[in-house]
T-cell receptor
Framework: DAKTTQPNSMESNEEEPVHLPCNHS???????IHWYRQLPSQGPEYVIH?????VNNRMASLAIAEDRKSSTLILHRATLRDAAVYYC????????????WGAGTKLIIKP | DTGVSQDPRHKITKRGQNVTFRCDPI?????LYWYRQTLGQGPEFLTY????????KSRLLSDRFSAERPKGSFSTLEIQRTEQGDSAMYLC?????????????FGSGTQLSVL
């Protein structure tokens, strides 16, 4: 199964940009990179996904390295409501497209 | 669109009892997943349905666990003869699969405590 590696936790100040890194060195050519986040006491919530090109939506931006072995989720202006666990996941063709979740990065936002 | 709903939100049971959880997915979604999550860990895949067909079960899933999705709508997850190790958050998610893209929508989960 293709795996991802993320830092256990990160801290950021409110209203500043946040860059959440993810390494996925065993990614295959057809694996999509997905990001979800989980707020306390809630189920995970979709954030963004991409294949090769950088992606933007109203929640975040996803920057994918040219070799696709790493990616970065960018929150342009973090608020206290962005405090959550962020999961970087590969949608892996080899595991019948199941999402293989790691432990994620706990993002702490300081006021 | 009211999102994915799960019932109950919390369940406390004694070891050896059977429990059943219900999930109501987003109405037009054709795929439904069950995950289990313990504290500090990401969700762990249990099983999923494409419409009413159960297409895959995790190798880790004990035969005490069974899931159904009659008529391809709501789903139930039953755990028989519960054990303390079954204590976890049970998450349901649904999706509408379009080609290779899939976006999962999760419910808030059922927190199971086995005493």
């Amino acid at each position: 199964d293709a795996k991802t590696t993320q830092p256990n936790s990160m801290e950021s100040n409110e209203e500043e940009p946040v860059h959440l890194p993810c390494n996925h060195s065993t990614i295959s050519g057809t694996d999509y990179i997905h990001w979800y986040r989980q707020l306390p006491s809630q189920g995970p919530e979709y954030v963004i996904h991409g294949l090769t090109s950088n992606v933007n939506n109203r929640m975040a931006s996803l920057a994918i390295a040219e070799d696709r072995k790493s990616s970065t989720l960018i929150l342009h202006r973090a608020t206290l409501r962005d405090a959550a666990v962020y999961y970087c996941i590969l949608r892996d063709e080899r595991s019948n497209y199941q999402l293989i979740w790691g432990a994620g990065t706990k993002l702490i936002i300081k006021p | 669109d009211t999102g994915v709903s799960q019932d109950p939100r919390h369940k406390i049971t004694k070891r050896g009892q059977n429990v059943t959880f219900r999930c109501d997915p987003i109405s037009e979604h054709n795929r439904l997943y069950w995950y289990r999550q313990t504290l500090g860990q990401g969700p762990e895949f249990l099983t999923y349905f494409q419409n009413e067909a159960q297409l895959e079960k995790s190798r880790l899933l004990s035969d005490r666990f069974s899931a159904e999705r009659p008529k391809g709508s709501f789903s139930t997850l039953e755990i028989q003869r519960t054990e303390q190790g079954d204590s976890a958050m049970y998450l349901c998610a649904s999706s509408l699969v379009l080609g290779r893209n899939e976006k999962l929508f999760f419910g808030s989960g059922t927190q199971l405590s086995v005493l």
